[in-house]
Structure formats: structure tokens, C-alpha cells
């Protein structure tokens, strides 16, 4: 039993409103990239690890998701790019802050973790090593879009204002307007049984320069081990308080995975940490939860299909 499934971001609140013109585009990316990947690891050419990889890697280079190309922009109107990576058996991990000059930020945690040693780097650090890995160095006005520079101006008609709090003031990607978070995750199980986690996101529009969320921080917004592979998106403070995707872990270890998750989403949400989650476990079950409005998702079924979806219902 082979599973990759996948997340672009959870956000909105209230009832579903249906697609938006950007949507088709974005399932399009997700429904291709569980095709293709999901073949390979069916067929064995390719290992839970790779396999994350690159699919956060499809999603950092389309746009229109919340991570690499496209990802949504800093109180400065500038791009940092977080992710993290985990395999299962061995719990090694990779993790980067802050990147913003690599179009991967995603392989630059892998390298790390294959490397072994560190497991974090932040900042330029973390691009300079990733240049030495040769991970694709781009302008980081490449990274900037129309689209996110149109959300940021928005944001700051809006938000800045004196007195805020840091957190009301910076949003998720899919917030506000119904195509607004768009962090992408993935989780995988290979023909050898191993895990793997991976998460990537510019982060909330507007967030204070510097701003650490959820998805670089191991056991926070991506956890792995022999059991259960597990990637976050939402308002990463909570899942940071929460310790989300490790409690996730936690929690299997008594109750079945849907119950896990769940348990997790209903801890996060008083501390405000609306989203949702994707994880699968050694048995091969997954669960794509989430408590808002939408979370972009899509799974990969061992007999070749692919199902997506964004509001309540998944379509094949
Ligand atoms: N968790 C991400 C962060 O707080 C945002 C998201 O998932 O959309 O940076």
C-alpha cells in the first residue's frame, strides 16, 4: 500500500462558496503532480522522501499557492520562505527560516536532512547553503507576484494601524477573500513502509519581519516517525503552542487517526489557531481534516486514482 497525499492551505470562514476562477488552476496542479508521483511510488522508483519533496517542490513553483514562486509577503512587503522536512523511520529532519532567494526552499531542507547536521539554518545561512547544495538561486523579485503584491497593498489599507496585535493584523493566504492561505504539505507512505513529511509557506501577508510560524518547527507544523507522517496549515502560533503535528502523534498512539487529528484541530482552535491538517499512517490511512471554511487538498489512491478537492466534498 502506497499514499501521497497533499494540502495547499487551509482559510475562510463560514459556508463554502464554491470555486473561484484561480481554483481549476490550482487543482489542476495538485490533481497532476498526485498523478504522476503517486505512479511512481506505486511503481517503486520512488521513496516517501522524494516523493514530498517534490511535490511541495510542484507547489512552490505555482503561484497561485502560498509558498516558493508566489508566496505572500512580510509587513515589508517582502518574501521569507519557511519549510521543513521529515522522514519516518529514522526521524531525520531539515528545516529552513526565513529563505529568500531560493526557489526551493523545500530541497534545501531536504539536503539538510540527508546531510544530517544542522537540522535548522535561518536566513541568508540557509540560501548560501542551499546554493552549495545547488538548490536554484532566483531574484528574489521573481518570487514577488501581481497577485501578492495586490493582497499586501490591501493589507496595509487595512491592517496597519497603530495599536494592532501582531496577529490581527497578519492574515492567511485564503483569508478575507475566499481564494485568499496557501501553504503547501505533504505526507507519504512507500513500498518499504516508510513516512515522510513535508511543509512549505511564505508565511502570513503582513506578518512582522522575522516571524517564525508553524511550518519550519519540527513537531509543530510537520512530524514524522514510524507511524504517522504529519503536515499542518493554519495560524501557525496555535500549532506552535499546540506542538500540533507531534501531539498529532502523540494522540495515535491510543485512538485511531481520524480521532488523533481531530483531537489536535479541537486544541489548536481556542487559541486561535484556525486550519487544518494532513496525515497518514503506517496502516495506510489518511485523514485531511480541517475547521475552516476550505483547505485545498488532494489524495492519491493506490489503484491510480486521484481525488481533490477544496470545500467539504472531495471529487474524483
Ligand atoms: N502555518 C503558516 C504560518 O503560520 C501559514 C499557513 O499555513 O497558511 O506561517
Known sequence: MVVLAVHGGAGGDGPWRGMTDADPLRLACMRKLLTELGTRLADGSLNALEAVTLAVEAMEDEP????????????????????????????????????????HPIRIAHHLLTQ?????????????????????????????TDLRQAQWDKWRGQRLRPGATDEDDALLDHDGEQDGWGTVGAVALDRDGVLAAAT??????????????????????????????????GVGEAFIRTVAAHSLAVNHRSMPLEEAAQRVLDEVQ????????????????VVLPFQTMLMYRGLYHEDGGVSVGIGPDMTA
Request: net charge negative.
Open 116 to 144: 544530517g547536521w544542522p537540522v535548522m539554518l535561518a536566513g541568508e545561512a540557509a540560501d548560501a547553503y542551499g546554493d552549495a547544495q545547488g538548490v536554484e538561486s532566483v531574484d528574489p523579485s521573481w518570487l514577488k
Open 200 to 233: 512549505s509557506t511564505g508565511g502570513m501577508t503582513g506578518k512582522p519581519v522575522g516571524r517564525v510560524g508553524d511550518t519550519p518547527l519540527i513537531g509543530a507544523g510537520t512530524w514524522a516517525d514510524a507511524d504517522v507522517a504529519v503536515s499542518c496549515t
Open 270 to 285: 481556542p487559541l486561535g489557531g484556525r486550519g487544518g491538517l494532513i496525515a497518514v499512517s503506517r496502516d495506510g490511512d
Open 64 to 103: 497561485l499557492f502560498n509558498a516558493g514562486r508566489g508566496s505572500v509577503l512580510d509587513a515589508e512587503g517582502k518574501v521569507g520562505m519557511d519549510a521543513s522536512i521529515m522522514q519516518g523511520h529514522d526521524k531525520a529532519a531539515g528545516a529552513v527560516i526565513g529563505v529568500s532567494r531560493s526557489r
